[in-house]
């Protein structure tokens, strides 16, 4: 699977855990050279605190678009060490 921002791969894995219809991506899959920071956290009842990552492709910003949860709930423990993307990532195969 690839995750694509912008015409670049910004992730790809042949091993992902679709959760809710989102791919996790193991966190070595995530290139780097892409990844900005971020302080945005969010609150899942069942998978515990989220963090967040921006994406940044050739001086664009895309904020916030990849979540992980560094410390996911007992009923997430398959995603603990993964990340996952929206806000316009496309994920294909």
Same mark, same amino acid.
């Given at each position: 699977?690839?995750?694509?921002? =912008?015409?670049?791969?910004?992730?790809?894995?042949?091993?992902?855990?679709?959760?809710?219809?989102?791919?996790?991506?193991?966190?070595?899959?995530?290139?780097?050279?892409?990844?900005?920071?971020? =302080?945005?956290?969010?609150?899942?009842?069942?998978?515990?605190?989220?963090?967040?990552?921006?994406?940044?492709?050739?001086? =664009?910003? =895309?904020?916030?678009?990849?979540?992980?949860? !560094?410390?996911?709930?007992?009923?997430? !423990?398959?995603?603990?060490?993964?990340?996952?993307?929206?806000?316009?990532?496309?994920?294909?195969?």
């Amino acid at each position: 699977m690839k995750a694509i921002w =912008n015409g670049v791969t910004v992730a790809e894995s042949d091993d992902t855990v679709v959760v809710e219809g989102n791919h996790y991506f193991p966190e070595a899959a995530l290139k780097r050279e892409y990844v900005a920071s971020s =302080n945005h956290h969010t609150m899942c009842s069942w998978k515990g605190e989220a963090s967040y990552h921006s994406l940044l492709v050739d001086g =664009n910003l =895309n904020p916030d678009a990849v979540w992980y949860y !560094a410390e996911p709930k007992e009923a997430a !423990a398959e995603i603990k060490g993964r990340v996952a993307f929206w806000k316009g990532v496309k994920i294909e195969e």
